[in-house]
């Protein structure tokens, strides 16, 4: 599994290296008219480096194998050792053509819609940490699709699945029955107004949900009222620039924030590189 995470990021830069090397090797010892007398030397490493370069990229390419398969509103994840199913909207389209103004003044973008891959990275990591969640009461904030609380629930997690919009926290049930795991406890909640008792929560996490710098006070202080004094949180975030300004400001407030694993993770739809996540850990000092 470590292989799995690291050869994403690892396999190109060694490609990336090789390439390099074969440049400058033309460059100083191919070329013609300079430095004949290495030039039958310098050809045959040009050529063995060629090989290596063309070894490794398809490397790469059998390393990048997707964690999901999509077809119209269905996908099938791999994550945690097992194959998760979810439906989501089968068209993204309508809902955002649905917004009304006030749904994007009250931050009601559907986001929700999607399976972003901090949620995969996410899920992972629960699976390690199943002696921590097991039989303790969770909070999967912004849950979206249901995903990392599907997993935690499995692992035998005690999860409440909160979101702000009430169509996500729908899927999420949906999603749950599809998968045959105990049913979270569902909320449809702002995190500006908690419905919760103070301090209940032992572990609290979220995918992908520091993304707008109008969300970096009331993240931390609903983190601040929801978890246990002794609970911990964790944030997986895809390296955006707000997330500093949320660490700055939950560390000002007298927090320990660590990042406790980088890792890249193939995105659901084709790009050039795997998108690089970092799963935060946040408790009180």
Not at 93 to 110: K, T, V
Not at 113 to 120: D, N, V
Not at 132 to 156: H, T, V
Not at 229 to 256: C, S, Y
Request: proline content about 6%; overall charge positive.
């Amino acid at each position: 599994m470590k292989h799995d995470r690291y050869a994403a990021g690892f396999t190109p830069f060694c490609c990336l290296l090789s390439k390099i090397f074969l440049h400058k090797l033309y460059i100083f010892a191919i070329r013609p008219g300079f430095r004949r007398p290495l030039s039958a030397t310098c050809r045959a490493l040009y050529s063995l480096g060629q090989i290596v370069y063309f070894l490794q990229m398809a490397f790469s390419e059998l390393n990048r194998r997707p964690h999901a398969s999509i077809d119209g509103n269905s996908m099938e994840i791999s994550c945690s050792g097992k194959k998760w199913h979810l439906k989501r909207p089968a068209s993204l389209d309508e809902l955002w053509d649905a917004m009304s103004p006030d749904d994007f003044m009250d931050e009601r973008i559907p986001y929700w819609a999607e399976l972003w891959p901090a949620s995969i990275a996410l899920g992972e990591w629960l699976s390690q940490k199943r002696q921590e969640i097991e039989q303790n009461l969770c909070l999967d904030l912004g849950c979206g699709l249901g995903f990392s609380a599907i997993i935690a629930s499995w692992l035998g997690a005690k999860v409440v699945a909160a979101d702000l919009d009430w169509r996500a926290v729908a899927y999420c049930r949906n999603n749950a029955t599809l998968n045959h795991v105990d049913m979270p406890m569902l909320a449809c909640m702002d995190w500006r107004k908690p419905p919760f008792a103070k301090h209940c929560f032992q572990k609290i996490w979220g995918a992908d949900i520091v993304y707008e710098k109008r969300f970096v006070q009331p993240l931390s202080d609903f983190i601040n009222f929801a978890l246990a004094q002794n609970g911990v949180a964790w944030l997986a975030d895809p390296d955006r620039n707000i997330f500093p300004m949320f660490r700055e400001r939950v560390q000002a407030a007298g927090w320990h924030v660590a990042p406790i694993l980088k890792t890249a993770i193939e995105a659901l739809y084709p790009q050039a590189l795997p998108t690089g996540i970092t799963i935060w850990e946040i408790c009180r000092m």
